[in-house]
């Protein structure tokens, strides 16, 4: 979906700079919200895609003011109220109130290495390929309201199809509930010319990794 999300190639923002030592977490709490992203997630009650789409749903505003584990913590409240295991005065409480729904799986100790494994999103084909390495496409002029793994800055560009790399999961149809819908994905290569223009350094090339269904053949 377009959204402040989407940041690549964009200006105004500043230098990135990197923290000396950094810590893991810069406080217990962040630790806690990834310790609540991998259970709930293991629960089943949404995916990894629908985690990230509550994320992209975020206003400009709050996006850009908050940490990285804040907007984990959102996404992972608007998710739990969604689908109704907590309700609002529980968190207003700030304990239970209310019988929850029942869930697939329920994440204990002796589970917990296996919540930091993600299942594989590789599917078995049911249809050729329709690109090949070497092929040049021009990526899909779209800007869906819902979640896309393509990229802002790579839409309408013209590049070179340089691997296939297997018939998996969309995430665009998992993360509005529409079901698996398995794709071809491609790794795509970009001139930094066509993707920023003339101005652009004249060695730097980008790859992106782009289902079928945002690839037209050129």
């Given at each position: 979906?377009?959204?402040?999300?989407?940041m690549g190639g964009m200006h105004g923002f500043g230098n990135v700079t990197q923290e000396a030592d950094e810590p893991v977490f810069h406080?217990?709490?962040?630790?806690?919200?990834?310790?609540?992203?991998?259970?709930?997630?293991?629960?089943?009650?949404?995916?990894?895609?629908?985690?990230?789409?509550?994320?992209?749903?975020?206003?400009?505003?709050?996006?850009?003011?908050?940490?990285?584990?804040?907007?984990?913590?959102?996404?992972?409240?608007?998710?739990?109220?969604?689908?109704?295991?907590?309700?609002?005065?529980?968190?207003?409480?700030?304990?239970?109130?209310?019988?929850?729904?029942t869930v697939q799986r329920v994440l204990g100790v002796n589970e917990a290495k296996a919540a930091f494994i993600r299942a594989p999103f590789?599917?078995?084909?049911?249809?050729?390929?329709?690109?090949?390495?070497?092929?040049?496409?021009?990526?899909?002029?779209?800007?869906?309201?819902?979640?896309?793994?393509?990229?802002?800055?790579?839409?309408?560009?013209?590049?070179?199809?340089?691997?296939?790399?297997?018939?998996?999961?969309?995430?665009?149809?998992?993360?509005?509930?529409?079901?698996?819908?398995?794709?071809?994905?491609?790794?795509v290569e970009f001139s930094g010319s066509e993707l920023w223009g003339h101005g652009a350094d004249p060695s730097l090339v980008v790859s992106?990794?782009?289902?079928?269904?945002?690839?037209?053949?050129?």
């Open positions: 979906m377009n959204g402040i999300h989407d406080g217990r709490w962040e630790g806690r919200v990834l310790g609540l992203q991998r259970s709930l997630l293991y629960t089943r009650a949404w995916n990894i895609d629908i985690f990230r789409r509550e994320q992209e749903r975020l206003t400009a505003s709050d996006y850009l003011s908050v940490s990285y584990y804040d907007r984990w913590l959102r996404s992972l409240t608007q998710s739990a109220l969604d689908t109704r295991l907590v309700n609002a005065d529980e968190l207003e409480a700030g304990h239970a109130l209310h019988t929850g729904p590789g599917r078995p084909q049911t249809r050729d390929a329709r690109f090949a390495p070497g092929d040049r496409v021009r990526t899909i002029n779209e800007h869906p309201s819902g979640h896309t793994r393509l990229p802002r800055y790579a839409r309408d560009k013209v590049g070179k199809v340089s691997a296939v790399r297997g018939f998996h999961v969309y995430p665009d149809t998992v993360a509005s509930g529409q079901g698996e819908d398995p794709q071809w994905l491609y790794t992106i990794e782009a289902f079928e269904p945002y690839l037209e053949a050129c």
